[in-house]
């Protein structure tokens, strides 16, 4: 059994990803004796990893930056959750309590966006876990790749749930001053019944609104992704209404929605949740969810909504990446469950 480096270790390079998932199917996630457990009672495993910028397909934007893996904020619909099976971890709470840390992520990032064959494209942060989750406070991981990206100019958007985004305020207008920046604020919903239900370990909803209006009142180009609108938790007339006025109230640059989608580890782990905690709900989830995304009409019929919102309070559509005439993600909406 290989012996991984304490977290304040820095002798040695550490475990790579692969090392970790050999690990882990031979012993499970006990087997990782020297990841350090912190007060979030989430365990957190230094690795090193080999490359930090991620070529993706079928995305609007072509470079993802992720320098954590796991999310403790354990959103139960989150579909980066099926990421960590990859890690011959489970979707269910390994994702949420074992985080992989890639301690050498800023310096190898910096070394790529060195190469002269880099070509300066929009990266987009944060896309299969949250880069401003509790953790960053500490490691500070996100903050020294976006300070890589402003030594080379580069363009970024990144999408978060984490107020600390405000903590990087500073290189955000910087950034944003040369070239595109634009920050992306999760808040599916502002109901709070609904917050607490699926998105444990997140911050309030309008504390992230807060967040928004301070980074739009610093000058960061700064928005709202309803991301995602959960049948019957989020989709009512009422909630989408709610929600969209408070985003409007805070001053938020624009606005963008989808409704959930249901792929493999998340959908077995969504599908526990509601047996769990609604188990009345899932012959009706099921006949929505026969496949990935929910029905095209439904999707529609929430995306009209949406708009007359939208227009009703004065909000700006979601901002589009470069690039995003390649986006083949349905644009989804409510639903009136
Ligand atoms: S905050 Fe984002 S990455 Fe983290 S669990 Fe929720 S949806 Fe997933």
């Given at each position: 059994m290989p012996s991984f480096p304490l977290l304040?270790?820095?002798g040695s390079p550490g475990p790579t990803t692969r090392d970790i998932a050999n690990t882990v199917r031979v012993g499970g996630t006990a087997a990782l004796t020297e990841a350090e457990r912190r007060a979030d009672r989430a365990r957190y495993q230094e690795i090193v990893c080999r490359s930090a910028l991620n070529r993706v397909k079928g995305m609007p934007f072509e470079w993802t930056l992720n320098?954590?893996?796991?999310?403790?904020?354990?959103?139960?619909?989150?579909?980066?959750?099926?990421?960590h099976v990859q890690f011959e971890m489970n979707a269910d709470d390994e994702f949420a309590s074992v985080i992989l840390v890639k301690k050498n992520f800023a310096e190898v990032l910096a070394r790529e966006l060195d190469r002269p064959s880099w070509g300066g494209d929009y990266v987009a942060v944060g896309t299969a876990t949250d880069c401003y989750q509790p953790i960053e406070g500490h490691y500070k991981l996100t903050r020294r790749a976006i300070e890589a990206l402003l030594r080379r100019r580069n363009p970024m958007g990144l999408v978060t749930?984490?107020?600390?985004?405000?903590?990087d305020t500073d290189l955000l207008v910087a950034l944003g001053a040369i070239t595109t920046c634009t920050v992306y604020m999760s808040v599916p919903t502002v109901d709070e019944h609904a917050w607490e239900l699926l998105e444990p370990g997140t911050a309030h909803p309008m504390q992230r609104l807060r967040a928004v209006r301070e980074l739009v009142d610093a000058g960061v180009n700064a928005g709202v992704l309803m991301n995602p609108i959960v049948p019957g938790f989020s989709s009512s007339r009422a909630k989408l209404e709610r929600t969209v006025k408070a985003i409007a109230d805070h001053g938020a640059r624009f606005v963008g929605c989808n409704v959930m989608f249901l792929e493999d580890g998340t959908r077995a782990h969504f599908m526990r949740f509601l047996e769990r905690e609604?188990?009345?709900w899932l012959p009706r989830y099921e006949k929505l969810y026969a496949k990935k995304y929910a029905p095209e009409e439904y999707r529609k019929q929430v995306q009209g909504m949406i708009r007359v919102l939208q227009d009703r309070y004065g909000l700006a559509a979601r901002e589009r990446e470069p690039h995003a005439e390649k986006n083949i993600e349905p644009e989804q909406v409510g639903f009136a469950w």
């Open positions: 304040f270790d820095l320098p954590y893996r796991g999310c403790t904020h354990g959103c139960h619909y989150c579909y980066a959750r099926r990421y749930k984490g107020p600390m985004v405000v903590r609604f188990p009345s």
